[in-house]
């Protein structure tokens, strides 16, 4: 299953950049990777450790700005389309090497 964050944070003051680089630097500490900007990404592999990331966000959220997060299944996210750009190998996107314990 993966979790995808979704954001979108005020960057006028100082004060709101540094929650900015603050909220990234906690979703990169946790496993998530960059799939565009303010769109992050972690594979999760069971329903605890899914409520033990979505809590993390939630403590660590900013307190302004807009902050959401989506589950889906590895199935799901193996659907997505790429319409523009190119793929980057650094982004696991097929579940062929899945590993469930």
Do not use: W
């Not at 990169?28 to 605890?48: A, H, W």
């Not at 033990?52 to 997060?69: C, F, L, T, Y």
Request: glycine fraction near 2%; charge should be positive; proline fraction near 4%.
């Amino acid at each position: 299953m993966r979790l995808l964050v979704f954001f979108d944070l005020p960057t006028e003051t100082n004060e709101d950049k540094r929650n900015y680089r603050k909220f990234r630097r906690v979703l990169i500490k946790n496993g998530f990777m960059m799939l565009q900007e303010s769109v992050y990404c972690r594979m999760l592999i069971t329903p605890s450790a899914e409520h033990a990331a979505m809590e993390v966000i939630r403590k660590n959220k900013p307190p302004a700005g807009s902050v959401q997060m989506l589950s889906v299944t590895e199935k799901q996210f193996s659907k997505m389309e790429y319409l523009v750009g190119a793929f980057h190998s650094e982004i696991i996107n097929s579940d062929e090497r899945l590993v469930i314990l």
